[in-house]
């Protein structure tokens, strides 16, 4: 959640968690303190970014109502002053930002966001998880997908696919023979797909492996992956260049 006075601000942020955060399914903008609180309890929001000086409701005073709410979540201050910090990791935040956030200063926050939840993963499991999780490790291995094309629903063999592509409620399978739509998300993709045969390189795209023909990288560090059989480049995120760096 980005809480924000300013319009222009809450979009910047918006489009740069959106861009550098994988991880992140959504990215709700809220206007003042008092909308954050309301909103709060709404959806299971992981990091607050919170404007220190905002009409009404300061980002600090934000902050203390949403701890007293018992608010566990992150908390991540963003602010043109730097006189704040003290007061701000009063209320345990992670991070403290200065505008204007800069791409490469936000990645380094969602670093150290990512390696605190390493740190609190929960191991134990209760009965309920348990049952959730059961049928996921007893299933069988995915071979085929049903995927339609205007009317017509096609049965695509698993190893046609280059790639998944999320766009808008839908994700396009994209093989040799042209593109098919299927309502599985990206997310619900990577936990049923066999990792070793397709990497998610992006939030929104995952290849297999097996039909990359080349990766290119630019003089400021991007790469893409080249398909083979559909003359695409696809864009790999900050996050997961990674997967390329050894090649």
């Not at 795209?205 to 290119?216: M, T």
Request: glycine fraction near 6%; hydrophobic fraction near 40%; proline fraction near 2%.
């Amino acid at each position: 959640m980005v809480v924000d006075d300013e319009p222009l601000l809450r979009f910047h942020l918006q489009k740069l968690l959106t861009d550098l955060w994988d991880e992140a399914e959504q990215v709700i903008c809220v206007g003042s303190g008092v909308e954050a609180v309301e909103r709060i309890n709404e959806v299971d929001v992981h990091t607050v970014f919170l404007d220190i000086k905002m009409p009404g409701m300061s980002g600090v005073e934000t902050a203390g109502v949403l701890r007293d709410m018992g608010f566990s979540g992150n908390l991540v201050f963003v602010t043109a002053y730097d006189q704040h910090a003290l007061e701000a990791f009063e209320h345990e935040a992670v991070d403290y930002l200065l505008k204007p956030v800069h791409g490469d200063r936000l990645y380094q926050c969602i670093e150290r966001l990512r390696k605190r939840d390493e740190r609190t993963v929960k191991y134990e499991l209760d009965a309920a998880q348990l049952k959730r999780l059961m049928p996921v490790a007893g299933s069988s291995e995915l071979r085929w997908i049903n995927a339609t094309r205007g009317q017509q629903v096609h049965v695509i063999r698993l190893d046609d696919v280059c790639c998944f592509i999320a766009e808008d409620k839908y994700t396009t399978v994209v093989t040799e023979n042209g593109e098919f739509l299927i309502r599985k998300t990206i997310k619900e993709l990577t936990e049923t797909l066999d990792v070793d045969q397709f990497w998610r390189i992006h939030r929104a795209i995952i290849v297999q492996v097996g039909r990359i023909s080349r990766v290119e990288r630019d003089e400021e560090g991007h790469y893409e992956v080249f398909m083979d059989g559909i003359g695409r480049r696809l864009p790999v995120s900050r996050s997961n260049a990674h997967l390329f760096k050894q090649m």
